[in-house]
């Protein structure tokens, strides 16, 4: 859910990007081979490391590697918000040598600024790993205890209330942007680099509210600094589980995750896509690996490839349709 630098309208971009690297349009037709792997796998990481999505490729690549018989080689190619590295994913060749875990950045990042690859046609969905919710937190001095009474308070004061985001865009970002569009209420974006200034202002009173990224807001909700009233996800989640969903609270339908997933160039062979789907959710879909991932805010969705295909394309049209009707331009 992003948008473009130069204002452009959202069709004529994505035509743009479609056009700008033909070898990402029309994908050469991959061919399964029999002795696959044949070499090491590398397995590209679009962030710096230390992040969920290294922390989930190291919890990954070992058991992987075991399991293909091949090693598995992790390499962090940041930048862009992650299109870097997804872009080098992408101009591989589709042999099942080269995959990727990105975020649902792989959608804004495309639709906020011209990249070469389209988010949907020219990625190969393997696996839809984990979705990690977002907490509804205000400042301990606002005068609300739940959704009900922060809509009704942000209606009185309309423009007043300011919220923080690690940027445009990200879901932290359309999370709140969701919000005020289904409550009906005006609030003020305050973009910062990185979701820790934001949380810090949030805690120092400089902000009023944040819809931050589970893995990095619960320290703050443990220690007491910030007042959790809800989580975007559809379901309570196991971390907090007294804290309702919003759309319990007070939006019915309301859901917004960042979702992580494993990729490939398009043209990938069916077969190597359902072969690395199974044996990367065998490693995450285990008592233990799910353990693991809640360590971080994370739930694990598994599935087919097919069904991430579906649900990829779903949420670039949720996503597109949001960043329109909200106005939104990328920085």
């Given at each position: 859910?992003?948008?473009?630098?130069?204002?452009m309208?959202?069709?004529?971009?994505g035509?743009?990007?479609?056009?700008?690297?033909?070898?990402?349009?029309?994908?050469?037709?991959?061919?399964?081979?029999p002795?696959w792997?044949?070499?090491p796998i590398?397995?590209?990481?679009p962030?710096?490391?230390?992040?969920?999505?290294?922390?989930?490729?190291?919890?990954?690549?070992?058991?992987?590697?075991?399991?293909?018989?091949?090693?598995?080689?992790?390499?962090?190619?940041?930048?862009?918000?992650?299109?870097?590295?997804?872009?080098?994913?992408?101009?591989?060749?589709?042999?099942?040598?080269?995959?990727?875990?990105?975020?649902?950045?792989?959608?804004?990042?495309?639709?906020?600024?011209?990249?070469?690859y389209?988010p949907?046609?020219?990625?190969?969905?393997?696996?839809?790993?984990?979705?990690?919710?977002?907490?509804?937190?205000?400042?301990?001095?606002?005068?609300?205890?739940?959704?009900?009474?922060?809509?009704?308070?942000a209606?009185?004061?309309?423009?007043?209330?300011?919220?923080?985001?690690?940027g445009?865009g990200?879901?932290v970002?359309l999370s709140?942007?969701?919000?005020e569009?289904?409550?009906?209420v005006?609030?003020?974006?305050?973009?910062?680099?990185?979701?820790g200034?934001a949380?810090?202002?949030?805690?120092?009173?400089?902000?009023?509210?944040m819809?931050?990224?589970?893995?990095?807001t619960?320290p703050?909700v443990?220690?007491?600094?910030?007042?959790?009233?809800?989580v975007?996800?559809?379901?309570?989640?196991?971390?907090?589980?007294?804290?309702?969903?919003?759309?319990?609270?007070a939006?019915?339908?309301?859901?917004?995750?960042?979702?992580y997933?494993?990729?490939?160039?398009?043209g990938?062979?069916?077969?190597?896509?359902?072969?690395?789907n199974?044996?990367?959710l065998?490693?995450?879909?285990?008592?233990?690996?799910?353990?693991k991932?809640?360590?971080?805010?994370?739930?694990?969705v598994?599935?087919?490839?097919?069904?991430?295909?579906?649900?990829?394309?779903?949420?670039?049209?949720?996503t597109?349709?949001v960043?329109?009707?909200?106005?939104?331009?990328?920085?």
């Amino acid at each position: 859910m992003r948008q473009g630098k130069e204002g452009m309208p959202m069709r004529r971009r994505g035509l743009l990007a479609a056009l700008a690297l033909p070898g990402l349009a029309a994908p050469w037709p991959g061919r399964a081979q029999p002795g696959w792997p044949s070499r090491p796998i590398r397995l590209v990481i679009p962030f710096p490391p230390g992040g969920t999505t290294d922390i989930l490729a190291r919890l990954i690549a070992p058991p992987l590697a075991a399991a293909l018989g091949q090693g598995v080689v992790i390499e962090n190619r940041s930048g862009g918000a992650g299109a870097v590295g997804v872009v080098e994913t992408l101009r591989a060749p589709p042999d099942g040598h080269t995959i990727a875990i990105t975020i649902s950045t792989l959608i804004t990042a495309a639709l906020l600024t011209r990249q070469p690859y389209h988010p949907v046609n020219d990625v190969a969905p393997i696996l839809h790993l984990a979705n990690v919710a977002n907490i509804l937190v205000v400042n301990k001095a606002l005068p609300v205890t739940s959704v009900g009474e922060l809509i009704a308070h942000a209606k009185a004061r309309p423009g007043q209330l300011s919220y923080g985001s690690p940027g445009i865009g990200t879901s932290v970002h359309l999370s709140a942007v969701m919000f005020e569009q289904a409550a009906g209420v005006e609030m003020v974006h305050v973009p910062y680099r990185g979701g820790g200034p934001a949380l810090a202002d949030l805690v120092g009173g400089q902000l009023q509210l944040m819809f931050g990224n589970a893995s990095s807001t619960l320290p703050f909700v443990r220690a007491g600094d910030v007042r959790p009233l809800a989580v975007t996800a559809a379901q309570r989640q196991a971390y907090a589980p007294t804290l309702p969903t919003i759309a319990e609270a007070a939006i019915p339908g309301f859901e917004v995750a960042e979702w992580y997933a494993v990729i490939g160039p398009a043209g990938l062979p069916p077969e190597i896509a359902a072969r690395l789907n199974r044996e990367i959710l065998a490693i995450i879909g285990t008592p233990e690996g799910r353990a693991k991932l809640l360590e971080l805010g994370a739930e694990v969705v598994g599935g087919t490839p097919e069904e991430f295909g579906a649900f990829l394309r779903a949420d670039f049209a949720r996503t597109e349709a949001v960043i329109q009707r909200a106005g939104i331009k990328a920085e």
